[in-house]
């Protein structure tokens, strides 16, 4: 492979990351905090990029599509934990993963009752709808700006955990929630507001995402899969280790279906395979 | 846990439970064919049950190992190596226990709540190996047909309905039975001790990981059966069989049917099989309304329909626990 | 005479917080009542904790019985004869009082792992329950949730939990926490008598039982062994007072 095509996956590599960054993040903060495997978490990417292509196609604004894909994302997330999760928080572990299975279940088969079976391809904004020369080969300036949208929300996300009141609650309460509700702090409103947050993030992913993904029936089961494997590899508790765990596993993604296209989505797998060997809190978990 | 009680009312039950089960093929096709997708199922669910249900440990892997037997026996039959029946049952055998060996070494190092997350990549590992470099053996998504019924004996075939009914029945009768005996025995106390309070248990001198490793091969073996019966069943296996997405089923199935319950898997498969059935007729957004289901039963009905059953029995008899 | 618990040197840290420091004690297997006393957050329980194997020490030593035993998990050090009890009741919610002995008693049996005959066969076991609850007065409880039990009687389950396997060391965490007075008479009794060719190592916030129980005690303070020695040297030991305050019997 020449170096210019190379580079220009390796970009696409980045870029897909940033996506399941912001897929990942609210995936790893709510196992984190809460210890729930959040299935539907996909479901909420998916419906959150369709409405926002329902609402494109009404008002031809591409802000105001991502604006509505997270806010159905974070509409979802909010009547998920109220109405099912805060019944079972305490039960087996397992009525919460199963409950979010189901879940998962009704938003792809309402999917399909809305938007049909169908694939839908959105058009990148009109304002963005270039490319720029990069090593002498042209490259979409939309997978630029995704990659520049991830850094962002990183960097917001880091923000908020480390420098605001409000982060730092979200964090004493992944430490140790008993001491946390002794100290006063709000539990219940803390899981409510870290489960919109996370479904917020994968309902803008999912729209912001649907230009180099397009949006299809079965993309959630695609990317809670991919979400999945990457907290097994980052392991939880680091918001930087998640943000790496990302990038890695983009990389490996897209570099693995140019290299060895008979292995496609192989690579990421045994990944996950080889780090358990090795490491099995995650690359960047802690212990215990 | 279980009580055997042998009083008449058992024996009673019991009698009329098996002439229902003997006399299915009295009714017409369609009713024996789903009879006996419903006694595989129950044998899936069963393995589920056993993991979850009574060792606590949540897999989403359960799918590997039935799709894995499932492609072995189409494999084996389709290609003509290997035709005795019971040869092809032990080769399932062996490779369900070589996969769950493996796997399971690796899995049962994390913690709990990982645990699901790893069985499920595993799982999809497996799945993308039958799907890409073995495509030439596993026919990738278009799946493997023509997959012919065995014959257990130089007469006894089973490629009528009520044949192969009669030979899924009691292969499942021997697997129930196995069930039986294991979770009356100490090991399946102890499973259960460890589903409950593993902390207590490591306390108490119990290696909980050579339990847990055990019950998840035994599990595994469960899931093949059912998995390679299904083969003969269908005369046809895709990839979706060993998708996650069968896993999450499996589970969602032993929900309704009551976890942890001896009769759970047979009640939940029963349930599954007919609404299943029933709502398909009318509309094709089945996975949806099993998802809604399932969500009622786990707010409203916590026992499932074992639970239910059982509360009923109790009210019935005015019984207190 | 045989060592039966001997810990050298044992440190243990949570990153900068060290809740055992230079901890170095040793049990001989003819002693019987060691009572361990110091006040919240001395480390009592991590102390047991690392000697259950719960706990792996940061540096250090723990040897049972003559044997290293610093890297075995949990449940091997108990087949070498140790076990414990809980200070938080730690019971299995979901079974009768039987199961819940049954389980205790079947652990160090052959059938640990028989998969085909029914528990119910294992006569042997059922005797050795029955024995122990008629002891310990709980037999026409026998067949009752746990959970229908009172606190008290949870405790004493808890006690026979630990009993059950025929250690020969065993840790107490706390067996007479939230008993009424008359209850934890009656356990300091049972330990007594029940218990007389055991060694034990007690932990106790009372002071009347422990100095009643002890033959020797050890006083923790912030990780670390303040003293060691028979109860009237305690008595009489400056720097416990210092430590406690005048709250000594």
């Known amino acids: 492979m020449e170096l210019p095509v190379a580079f220009a996956q390796i970009l696409n590599g980045i870029a897909f990351g940033m996506l399941l960054f912001l897929l990942a993040a609210g995936l790893s903060l709510m196992f984190g905090l809460m210890g729930i495997v959040n299935l539907a978490h996909g479901a909420y990417f998916m419906v959150g990029g369709y409405v926002g292509l329902t609402v494109l196609e009404a008002t031809d604004s591409f802000l105001l599509g991502i604006a509505a894909g997270a806010a159905a994302g974070a509409l979802l997330g909010f009547l998920t934990e109220r109405f099912f999760m805060r019944r079972v928080y305490g039960l087996h572990g397992h009525e919460s993963i199963l409950l979010t299975f189901a879940l998962s279940l009704i938003l792809s088969d309402f999917s399909l009752f809305l938007w049909t079976g169908t694939p839908r391809w959105v058009q990148a904004p009109p304002f963005l709808d270039m490319s720029f020369r990069i090593l002498g080969n042209p490259y979409p300036a939309y997978r630029l700006a995704i990659i520049v949208i991830g850094a962002i929300v990183f960097a917001g996300l880091y ?99 140019v290299l060895w296209p008979s292995y496609a989505s192989l690579t990421i797998y045994l990944v996950v395979v080889i780090v358990l060997l090795v490491k099995p809190e995650g690359l960047f978990g802690k212990r215990g | 846990m279980e009580r055997a009680s042998y009083g008449w009312k058992s024996i009673l039950a019991a009698v009329i439970f098996a002439a229902i089960v003997l006399a299915v093929p009295l009714l017409p096709d369609y009713a024996v064919t789903l009879a006996t997708s419903i006694v595989i199922y129950s044998v899936y669910v069963t393995s589920a049950n056993l993991l979850t249900g009574y060792t606590g440990l949540v897999s989403l892997g359960q799918g590997m190992f039935w799709g894995s037997a499932a492609y072995v026996v189409a494999i084996l039959t389709t290609r003509g190596l290997v035709t005795n029946v019971y040869l092809i049952g032990l080769i399932c055998l062996v490779t369900v226990l070589v996969l769950s060996a493996f796997f399971g070494a690796l899995a049962l190092r994390v913690k709990r709540l990982y645990f699901m997350i790893v069985t499920f990549a595993f799982g999809h590992v497996v799945w993308c190996i039958a799907m890409y470099p073995m495509q030439s053996i596993t026919y990738g998504y278009d799946g493997i047909k023509d997959i012919a019924r065995p014959s257990l004996a130089p007469s006894l075939s089973t490629t009528s309905s009520a044949g192969f009914y009669y030979f899924v029945v009691a292969v499942a009768a021997i697997c129930f039975c196995g069930m039986r005996f294991l979770i009356n025995s100490p090991f399946g106390h102890a499973l259960v001790g460890i589903r409950d309070n593993e902390h207590r248990m490591t306390a108490l001198g119990y290696n909980t990981f050579l339990y847990k490793y055990i019950s998840y091969m035994l599990s595994a073996v469960f899931s093949g059966v059912a998995g390679a019966l299904f083969a003969y069943f269908n005369g046809y296996v895709n990839p979706a069989e060993l998708h996650w997405l069968w896993s999450g089923d499996a589970l969602m199935i032993m929900f309704i049917g009551g976890v942890g319950s001896f009769w759970g898997p047979l009640w939940g498969s029963l349930a599954y099989t007919g609404l299943r059935y029933w709502i398909s007729s009318y509309t094709m957004y089945w996975f949806g309304i099993e998802g809604i289901i399932f969500i009622c039963v786990v707010l409203f009905f916590r026992g499932g329909i074992a639970g239910f059953v059982s509360g009923l029995q109790a009210r019935l008899t005015w019984q207190k626990r | 005479m045989a060592e039966a618990l001997k810990l050298d040197k044992v440190y243990k840290n949570f990153g900068a917080l060290q809740v055992a420091r230079d901890v170095t004690l040793s049990i001989s297997a003819e002693e019987r009542r060691v009572v361990i006393i110091g006040p919240n957050g001395a480390g009592k329980t991590t102390l047991f904790n690392l000697i259950s194997g719960e706990l792996p020490v940061s540096e250090g030593a723990v040897h049972l019985f003559g044997r ?39 652990a160090h049996d052959a059938c640990a792992y028989q998969m085909l005959r029914p528990l119910r066969s294992y006569t042997h076991l059922y005797k050795k329950a029955e024995k122990l609850l008629k002891e310990m007065k709980l037999w026409e409880k026998r067949d009752f949730s746990i959970t229908a039990l009172s606190h008290g009687e949870m405790r004493v389950v808890e006690l026979m939990l630990g009993i059950a396997g025929g250690p020969k060391i065993l840790l107490l965490d706390e067996p007479t926490a939230g008993l009424t007075r008359s209850e934890a008479v009656w356990l300091v009794n049972m330990i007594q008598h029940l218990l007389k060719d055991v060694t034990l190592l007690i932990i106790e916030h009372d002071m009347q039982i422990a100095f009643t129980l002890a033959e020797r005690i050890i006083v923790l303070h912030q990780g670390a062994i303040v003293a060691d020695g028979r109860p009237d040297e305690i008595r009489g030991n400056a720097r416990v007072k210092e430590i406690y305050l005048g709250t000594m019997a």
């Open chain 3, 68 to 106: 290293d035993v610093t890297r075995m998990p949990c449940y091997r050090r108990t087949r070498l004869g140790l076990a414990r009890t809980f200070q938080v009741t730690d019971l299995f919610p979901f079974f009768t009082l039987m199961e819940n002995l049954l389980l205790a008693l079947q």
């Open chain 1, 159 to 257: 923000w908020f955990q480390e420098r605001t009141l409000w982060g730092a609650t979200v964090r004493a309460g992944v430490d140790d929630k008993e001491m946390a509700t002794g100290l006063g702090i709000n539990i219940p409103l803390v899981f409510t507001m870290v489960f919109c947050l996370g479904a917020f993030l994968a309902g803008f992913g999912g729209f912001v995402g649907s230009p180099i993904l397009g949006l299809h029936i079965g993309l959630d089961i695609e990317v809670i899969m991919l979400a999945l494997a990457v907290v097994i590899v980052g392991g939880i508790g680091s918001l930087t280790g998640c943000l790496v765990t990302c990038l890695l596993m983009g990389l490996s993604d897209t570099l693995g279906k």
